[in-house]
């Protein structure tokens, strides 16, 4: 129903913009609103990401304007300036970003002319404007990458194709990102390639600003981030390829000869790698083929949640588990044009059982349970049981009214903790089979 | 009732006259309060913190059967999951069943910005009633819609005609209020403005009974009961186990104890009039709807600090003995629970005695706190109260008499928390959740100032706080650990500066 939401599972872009400036290392926000955006939204985003936590200069240290009524009304430059003075003061960054919120976006503050007042003294600080009514979470993730890169980052005349930028993955909407990323980065450097994930913990500042060198950008999300790299291309001259986020050995081979195919990697390189890789993976799954083979451990499977990830999820279960894939469900609120560049990119896509858009969880909860069945008084009944049921964690109350084993896999994620942890990649995969075999022998 | 009768409530900083910046000592700040240079302070720098309606939010998620529409756009509310967390925990440890609070965003658009979201709202209350066939509907009102000029409570009062489900509008855009504790006023008002506080004929009794001249025995019956019965109101920081232990004390007192108004239900709030006294157990969190009782319906209250630590343990439970003439009751309790939690004390102390201790969290909370541990020969080197209002002018009346000399600052900062702790390395810190990862950082332990994992409030808290505190002064290696190996964002030359010296008249 219009754009209402029934448990949102995202935020307004300054929640987004927040996530993301936090895992840049040594980028600083300021948050021109009141106190509470700030503190509610980045609380809020580091509890339901797996209890991510807050690092640097993130979660209640955030610094602020803390808008207040008077600002509202006579408008909130000077605090915001004020502000600034002491946040250059006090606190150590290499780049400072004011974002703004409702509140200044509704009295339209001079957001730019404050912060050009400290551009000319030479302060590294720009601005993004984060309304948190046009955009969610996804898009100020995009924003903020967008400014820095496409409008700050100087254009570099030396290309490396070395050198690969990976994006697409949002920091905590993305509760893996971190072990994602660093099993992304682990496999492309097998390759001979270095890396900018921006987000996982070896990155540095340097990252940030050599982005514009690299001779590819790999976009992991059919969606988000597609207009920032195509403006990249245009500013910087990089191409970008969009691949599906590669989870377990079917999926990251597949990945590994596109992006070799791309930057044409010799084969027998490639070769070698997914030839050890495999190695490695299988030699796991022989050993536990005894318990999943023994148990029966073979279900119907529901899997929710975001753009990026739900369908790669989907076609593990159902490729390297044979499990029957009954609802692939993308629980993104998308605007027209976000929608219409998915839906394009769905087309003619392997997409595993029956694919649905649904923003409220009530709603998931009703295809999760027609898809099931319920039990009429007959005698014999088809009840698409046993089933398993991967989403966020507010599939949890549904599964367990069921008695259904489950597990987060999509933000939010506040039932479990995830610290290193991934599900892409080689190692990502063996880990997502690690989780679910978990979940199945814990009553044991 | 002029304020009751308004479409959104004062906020505190109007109606008490509310602060969130102070630094100074035990004796000065209700001076500063008294003398108003106090609601002057502010600060040229600021961290995140939260706004009125998270809080607003966390009351309005214990109610039964309820569904909260969140009017903004998506972000505020975000701690939705938190609070569904929380409260499932809660009805857990109270014995109440599943948790079927549903939320809902009318994350407005741009279009909503400006032509007005009050369609969008309409709509959304009609649907959440269809849909999900609520006992309440909650609407909760945030900036957005308050700078542009949504008329929600217009909204509000018509749509009650529409739809099944009772519905309330919450004010509380987090713009208008420095101090978070506004939330409560918001909430209450809420309640007081949109649902019924007496019981209904033919719902929750048989008036013909009462009408019939030969059922005397009833009506006396009904009255003595009555007479007897006194309201306790709670609040999310209160969990199960201080309820239990407050009541297990007002039993004592021979009362009949009602709980309100967190985990009530629309039906159970229409009983909150049969009460003879209204009970709470916070300065800053009940006055609003005390005085509201009050008025409207003739029931005295009891406001006295907090039951936390024997002292004001003692001070709280004989206030309310003496509305029913049972002090002497009430110190033969104390007297006894006195003796006996001391003797369990006794295994504690010599851990935790001379301890030099850092505490922040709530302005009545943390103060009771630090009488408790200064009473048993901890050193208190702060108390950081979170906001002030002048509803706490009784116990900060008492800490400036216990704590004349000792350094008070109101303050949420962590920027200056960890310039102190890098200063003056406590032994420990008590603090609000939310604080500890950042105290960890600094390499010292930290206990929560409230929590839902143990009682607090009474004799069994008391001993469960002090037991827990004990512990936490038992091998420090993981905040040690930590705090070499992690970097804080602050420059060097933050901790030469004196930790308040961002504050400013
Ligand atoms: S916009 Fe207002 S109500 Fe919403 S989170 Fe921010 S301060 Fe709170």
Not at chain 1, 283 to 302: Q, V
Not at chain 1, 330 to 343: C, Q, V, Y
Not at chain 2, 484 to 504: C, G
Request: glycine share 8%; charged share 25%.
């Amino acid at each position: 129903m219009s754009s209402c939401i029934e448990r949102p599972r995202t935020t307004c872009s300054l929640g987004g913009a927040l996530s993301t400036i936090s895992a840049l290392p040594g980028v600083i926000p300021i948050s021109h609103t009141t106190s509470g955006c700030a503190g509610n939204l980045s609380g809020t985003t580091a509890f339901n990401s797996g209890y991510c936590g807050s690092n640097y200069c993130s979660g209640q240290s955030v610094p602020v304007s803390n808008f207040n009524e008077s600002n509202v009304v006579f408008g909130g430059a000077g605090r915001l300036r004020e502000e600034l003075i002491s946040t250059f003061e006090l606190i150590d960054g290499k780049l400072y970003i004011v974002l703004t919120g409702c509140m200044s976006e509704i009295i339209a503050d001079d957001v730019q002319g404050v912060v050009s007042e400290f551009q000319n003294e030479g302060k590294p600080l720009i601005y993004v404007n984060t309304p948190s009514f046009e955009g969610d979470a996804f898009e100020g993730y995009e924003l903020v990458l967008d400014k820095i890169i496409n409008d700050q980052l100087p254009v570099s005349s030396r290309k490396d194709k070395s050198i690969i930028n990976v994006f697409g993955i949002v920091p905590q909407f993305d509760p893996f990102f971190r072990g994602d990323l660093g099993e992304i980065k682990r496999i492309l450097e097998r390759l001979g390639l270095r890396v900018n994930t921006l987000f996982t913990n070896d990155q540095t500042y340097k990252n940030l600003t050599d982005v514009p060198k690299a001779g590819l950008n790999i976009l992991l999300s059919p969606v988000y981030g597609v207009d920032l790299l195509k403006k990249f291309e245009k500013r910087h001259g990089t191409p970008f390829i969009t691949e599906d986020l590669p989870v377990g050995a079917i999926q990251t081979e597949a990945f590994i000869r596109h992006v070799a195919k791309a930057l044409d990697i010799d084969s027998a390189t490639v070769n070698r790698v997914i030839k050890e890789e495999k190695r490695d993976y299988y030699a796991y799954l022989e050993r536990a083929a005894d318990l999943i083979s023994d148990s029966e451990f073979k279900y119907y499977a529901d899997v929710v949640g975001n753009a990026t990830g739900t369908l790669s999820y989907a076609r593990f279960l159902r490729d390297e588990l044979g499990f029957v894939v009954e609802n692939s469900v993308i629980t993104d609120f998308l605007p027209k044009k976000k929608e219409k560049i998915l839906k394009g990119y769905l087309e003619g896509k392997d997409i595993p059982g029956n694919l649905s858009f649904e923003t409220d969880t009530y709603q998931v909860t009703k295809l999760l349970k027609n898809a099931m069945g319920q039990p009429n008084g007959d005698f014999y009944i088809d009840l698409h049981t046993p089933r398993f049921v991967f989403g966020s964690t507010f599939e949890k109350d549904y599964a367990v009214k069921n008695a259904l084993p489950y597990l987060a896999i999509s933000y939010p994620v506040y039932d479990r903790t995830i610290l290193s942890k991934g599900y892409a990649g080689f190692r990502g995969g063996l880990q997502l089979m690690e989780d679910i075999l978990c979940v199945l022998v814990a009553g044991r | 009732m002029k304020n009751y009768d308004q479409n959104e409530p004062l906020v505190r900083d109007i109606r008490l006259s509310a602060a969130d910046s102070f630094y100074g000592k035990g004796c000065d700040l209700l001076k500063c309060a008294e003398g108003g240079c106090l609601c002057n302070k502010n600060r040229s720098f600021w961290q995140a913190n939260s706004c009125q309606l998270s809080l607003s939010l966390m009351m309005a998620s214990t109610i039964e059967n309820a569904a909260i529409i969140i009017h903004s756009p998506v972000g505020c509310g975000v701690n939705m999951s938190t609070l569904y967390s929380n409260v499932t925990g809660g009805r857990n440890k109270r014995g109440l069943g599943q948790n079927n609070l549903v939320w809902l965003s009318t994350n407005m658009q741009k279009v909503d910005i400006i032509n007005g979201g009050e369609k969008k709202l309409r709509e959304l209350i009609r649907y959440t009633d269809r849909e999900y066939r609520p006992e309440l509907i909650f609407v909760v009102a945030a900036c957005a819609p308050s700078i542009i000029g949504d008329d929600v409570d217009d909204i509000v009062n018509s749509e009650k005609e529409n739809i099944a489900a009772d519905l309330a509008a919450i004010h509380c855009p987090g713009f208008k209020s420095r101090v978070v504790a506004s939330a409560y006023d918001s909430f209450y008002h809420a309640l007081i403005r949109h649902l019924k506080f007496e019981p209904e004929p033919y719902i929750d009794y048989n008036p013909d009974n009462y009408a019939n001249p030969y059922n005397g025995d009833q009506t006396a019956l009904y009255r003595y009961n009555k007479a007897r019965t006194v309201n306790l109101f709670n609040a999310t920081s209160m969990n199960p186990d201080d309820e239990n232990e407050i009541v297990r004390l007002l039993q004592a007192l021979d009362l009949n104890v009602q709980i309100y108004t967190e985990y009530s239900s629309r039906d159970k709030l229409r009983f909150i009039s049969e009460a003879s006294l209204n009970i709470s157990m916070c300065d800053v969190h009940d006055d609003y709807i005390l005085k509201y009782l009050e008025e409207k319906y003739g029931i005295p209250y009891v406001i006295q600090g907090m039951p936390l630590g024997k002292k004001a343990i003692r001070e709280w439970l004989l206030k309310i003995a003496g509305f029913f003439g049972k002090e002497k009751d009430a110190e033969k309790i104390c007297d006894y629970e006195e003796k006996r939690l001391d003797e369990a004390l006794k295994p504690f102390l010599k851990t935790i005695r001379g301890k030099r201790v850092i505490m922040g969290g709530g302005v009545v909370r943390i103060a009771e706190e630090a009488r408790m541990l200064k009473e048993l020969g901890m050193d208190i080197i702060t108390i950081r109260p979170y906001h002030y209002d002048n509803e706490a002018g009784g116990v900060y009346s008492e800490v400036a008499e216990e704590f004349p000399d000792t350094p008070v600052a109101v303050s949420t900062q962590v920027f200056e928390l960890i310039n102190q702790l890098k200063k003056y390395k406590p032994d420990i810190v008590v603090e609000h959740a939310g604080k500890h990862g950042w105290i960890s950082k600094c390499g010292i332990p930290s206990v929560n100032l409230f929590s839902q994992a143990r009682p607090f409030f009474g004799y069994a808290g008391e001993y469960a706080f002090i037991k827990n505190l004990a512990f936490h002064l038992q091998n420090n290696s993981y905040a040690k650990n930590l705090s070499k190996n992690v970097r804080l964002p602050y420059h060097k030359n933050w901790y030469e500066k004196d930790p308040y010296s961002y504050i400013k008249d």
